[in-house]
């Protein structure tokens, strides 16, 4: 998390794209992902060995019981393909100490266009991790209590209105596209 990765890919291959492979701590798969992707450093791929429960919600769509905010940043930046022609799922006892979670092997494939297009990129991340704060809240409701989504729960209902989508949606219904909407 410390490591300045886009001074060092500069350094060692001159801008060009990198490909990072690494055994992620669980603990920390969400921040060193979400930080090469929000950083903008020059990636053609990231293949990482992650908690299986993780590797399966990034590539997960709507309307599943895992998809989330995760589920969206990953889609947002890179196509998310757990690797089959590999051992993609390692079991526990294939470590010491024996971890208590399986493991999967997942290949994230940096778009080289997003595919959406968004005004503010940050807003539309502001308001995918208020759709998922309060799973069991509609849409409205979430992103009405968020303190960084600056409209009304009348304006939030209209926006929703304009998806073509009823009031009583939930955020685990849209897709990135209505999200980027």
Do not use: W
């Not at 920390?28 to 429960?53: A, C, N, R, Y």
């Not at 998310?80 to 010491?96: D, G, S």
Request: aromatic share 6%; hydrophobic share 40%; net charge neutral.
């Amino acid at each position: 998390l410390k490591l300045d990765i886009a001074k060092l890919a500069m350094e060692r291959n001159g801008g060009k794209p990198i490909k990072v492979v690494a055994n992620l701590p669980y603990y920390i798969t969400t921040p060193i992902i979400m930080g090469l992707f929000e950083s903008h450093v020059p990636i053609d791929s990231i293949t990482v060995m992650v908690q299986k429960e993780v590797a399966d919600r990034m590539q997960v769509g709507p309307g599943t019981k895992d998809y989330g905010a995760l589920s969206l940043a990953v889609q947002f930046y890179a196509k998310p393909e757990i690797v089959a022609n590999i051992v993609a799922n390692v079991p526990c006892n294939c470590f010491m100490p024996r971890p208590n979670v399986g493991s999967a092997v997942i290949r994230l494939t940096r778009h080289e266009e997003v595919p959406v297009q968004v005004d503010d990129e940050k807003l539309m991340f502001h308001i995918i991790r208020a759709s998922f704060n309060q799973r069991r809240k509609t849409l409205s409701n979430g992103l009405s209590n968020a303190p960084q989504v600056h409209l009304s729960k009348e304006e939030i209902q209209e926006c929703i209105a304009e998806l073509g989508e009823p009031l009583t949606i939930r955020g685990e219904a849209l897709t990135l596209e209505q999200f980027a909407a």
